[in-house]
């Protein structure tokens, strides 16, 4: 009886499990082959593997999409959890508070590329005009440092408002006595969210880091339509140089070594943060 609830997911899981693991199998064959067009693809072996660790873009674009998540969880997080925190209990501020950060995450990420390029063109675009108005000349089209602070800009308008309805959820489960207790006890606001709040979201903590983490890594949409990986390669990420690689340079077998490499990057990543917040975590508990 206790098996029962499992036998339902059964037809689901075996569904996900064939969608994902007949393309990664297709990836992972491509990848050991040299596909070009117009020739007859031959074993290559880890040739493809070996090419792309040693390229410069390739390095390059790794970097550049490392530091970018970097920035991401240590501006989105903050920010959301600060704004969770300052977010009404109850009252119809609860409702037009959830409305408007809902909106941002129901926009389609090409379409949020267009919005910003609108946003930020040199004619007719707001941010132009503002950063003249204070005396610096903005130009995404044309300086780097623009290109890379629009995109991280971007982002956080985008996916911050995610982290701050995460959190929100987190905050909303803990119990009213845990903070009638602190009340009581006349712990400071900073003592009530280190010892009650944040201890008891820890687990909706870990995922909106991991969700942000992957999310980051997988950037493409918003700046391929903002800056098209440009200036030069100033916002080219690590999906942008796959897809350059195997669409854009009609290399299957290399494009598909990428997106392996790609993959366990992502894989390592996530994995090695979620145990570095899970002993975080269980060390605040110990404090508690």
Not at 101 to 128: A, C, E, H, K, Q
Not at 141 to 165: E, R, Y
Not at 260 to 268: G, Q, R
């Amino acid at each position: 009886m206790k098996q029962r609830p499992w036998l339902f997911l059964l037809p689901a899981l075996l569904l996900v499990s064939i969608s994902a693991f007949i393309p990664l199998i297709t990836v992972m064959n491509y990848s050991q082959l040299t596909l070009l067009p117009g020739t007859q693809p031959y074993f290559a072996g880890l040739e493809n593997f070996a090419t792309i660790l040693q390229d410069p873009d390739f390095q390059g674009a790794l970097w550049r999409q490392c530091l970018f998540s970097f920035l991401v969880l240590i501006t989105e997080i903050p920010l959301g959890l600060a704004l969770a925190v300052c977010m009404p209990k109850e009252g119809i501020g609860v409702g037009v508070s959830l409305v408007l950060l809902g909106i941002p995450l129901l926009i389609p990420w090409n379409v949020v590329g267009i919005i910003w390029r609108v946003f930020t063109r040199s004619d007719i675009g707001v941010l132009p005009e503002v950063f003249e108005w204070v005396g610096y000349g903005y130009n995404v089209s044309k300086f780097a440092g623009d290109a890379w602070w629009t995109v991280l800009a971007m982002d956080i308008w985008h996916w911050t408002p995610l982290v701050i309805l995460i959190c929100y959820a987190g905050i909303q489960a803990i119990p009213e006595e845990y903070y009638m207790a602190a009340k009581i006890d006349r712990a400071s606001p900073w003592k009530t969210f280190r010892y009650v709040t944040l201890p008891n979201i820890r687990g909706v903590l870990i995922i909106a880091v991991l969700l942000r983490l992957m999310d980051s890594f997988k950037i493409y949409s918003e700046p391929f339509v903002l800056t098209g990986g440009g200036p030069g390669s100033t916002t080219t990420f690590l999906s942008t140089y796959t897809s350059r690689m195997a669409i854009g340079g009609f290399q299957m077998g290399r494009g598909a070594a990428t997106s392996l490499i790609y993959f366990f990057i992502v894989i390592l990543l996530s994995f090695v943060l979620y145990i570095i917040m899970l002993n975080l975590g269980q060390g605040a508990g110990g404090d508690q």
